[in-house]
């Protein structure tokens, strides 16, 4: 994998730092995956494994980006299409699922590809831009570039709102 550009992420999110070899401070680890042409980095202490999809149970009236649950280990688990998170329209179907754990909760994201580990480091790249800016409070918490496209550095416990928790529980029940 190429190197990118360095990340800045705001001091609340991040977690254990070290220092790399040019005296940037150096952030935990992140795995860098991709989705359409964008790639992602989540932090790497909620991933759980990376896998092949597994059939997935579609919820009516759930988001669009929110594929259904499926299961995982036993777990139901909330499966999130990474591409209609981030507005990509792509037709054909994810090949790799990242499970996470997320306050003990599951949840998987489905995307095109399991690139690697990267330690991030603070450095260059600016915050979201101000056009972004209502993504504040979003699943992504930082914007870069790495290789040929966008690299967001993802915050998993804002993948699925507590909102979409509830509705999923609610149709939980509801069987």
Same mark, same amino acid.
């Given at each position: !994998?190429? %190197?990118g550009?360095n990340v800045?992420?705001?001091?609340a999110? &991040?977690? *254990?730092?070290a220092?790399?070899? *040019?005296g940037?401070?150096?952030l935990a /680890?992140?795995l860098?995956?991709?989705s359409?042409? $964008?790639? $992602?980095?989540?932090p790497?202490?909620h991933?759980? %494994?990376?896998?092949? /999809?597994? /059939?997935? %149970?579609r919820?009516?009236?759930?988001?669009? =980006?929110?594929?259904?649950?499926a @299961?995982?280990?036993?777990?139901v688990? /909330?499966v999130?299409?990474?591409?209609?998170? +981030?507005?990509?329209?792509? %037709?054909?179907?994810?090949?790799r =699922?990242? @499970?996470l754990?997320?306050d #003990?909760r599951?949840l *998987? &994201?489905a995307?095109d590809e399991? &690139?690697? +580990?990267?330690?991030l480091?603070?450095?260059?790249?600016?915050?979201?831009?101000p056009l &972004?800016?209502a !993504?504040?409070d979003?699943?992504?918490s930082? +914007?870069s570039?790495?290789d040929?496209?966008l690299l967001?550095?993802?915050?998993?416990?804002?993948?699925? @709102?507590? #909102?979409v928790?509830?509705?999923?529980a609610g *149709?939980?029940d509801?069987?």
């Open positions: !994998m190429n %190197e550009r800045d992420l705001p001091d999110r &991040l977690g *254990a730092t220092a790399d070899g *040019a940037n401070e150096a /680890p992140f860098i995956c991709r359409a042409r $964008c790639h $992602c980095a989540l790497l202490k991933v759980a %494994e990376t896998m092949r /999809p597994v /059939p997935v %149970e919820i009516e009236g759930m988001p669009d =980006f929110l594929l259904g649950v @299961s995982i280990r036993g777990d688990t /909330p999130v299409d990474m591409r209609r998170l +981030i507005g990509v329209d792509i %037709e054909s179907k994810p090949t =699922f990242v @499970s754990r997320v #003990e599951p *998987a &994201l995307l399991v &690139l690697g +580990i990267r330690h480091v603070r450095g260059t790249a600016d915050r979201l831009p &972004l800016g !993504m504040h979003s699943a992504v930082a +914007i570039t790495l040929d496209g967001l550095v993802l915050q998993c416990a804002k993948l699925l @709102s507590d #909102e928790r509830q509705q999923l *149709a939980r509801l069987r």
